[in-house]
């Protein structure tokens, strides 16, 4: 269609529910993603030489598959963006 647009969903499941980040591109996506990775990663015993993208690239793993982290390129159309309303979106574009 051509009124769709199309982003990146960086998605963050855990045990309080999934939140959202929108982005304009890979590179917003995966800086957003690796931002969780940073911010979380404390309440987890992991490797301090681990960067914050091999955080991001093996999260389920280093959360004993607890939570996860999802990068996923969508199309969407405005109109019809519908989300439920216990989880959050955050725009970053």
């Given at each position: 269609?051509?009124?769709?647009?199309?982003?990146?969903?960086?998605?963050?499941?855990?045990?309080?529910?999934?939140d959202?980040?929108?982005?304009?591109?890979?590179?917003?996506?995966?800086?957003?993603?690796?931002?969780?990775?940073?911010?979380?990663?404390?309440?987890?015993?992991?490797?301090?030489?681990?960067?914050?993208?091999?955080?991001?690239?093996?999260?389920?793993?280093?959360?004993?598959?607890?939570?996860?982290?999802?990068?996923?390129?969508?199309?969407?159309?405005?109109?019809?963006?519908l989300?439920?309303?216990?989880?959050?979106?955050?725009?970053?574009?």
């Open positions: 269609m051509s009124d769709d647009t199309r982003h990146v969903l960086v998605e963050y499941q855990h045990k309080h529910g999934t959202f980040v929108l982005c304009d591109s890979w590179e917003t996506a995966g800086k957003a993603a690796e931002s969780i990775a940073a911010e979380f990663r404390g309440e987890w015993a992991i490797d301090e030489d681990l960067t914050d993208k091999q955080c991001v690239d093996s999260w389920g793993d280093l959360t004993g598959w607890t939570e996860f982290i999802n990068v996923t390129h969508i199309a969407y159309n405005h109109e019809r963006l989300l439920p309303s216990n989880n959050t979106l955050k725009p970053l574009i």
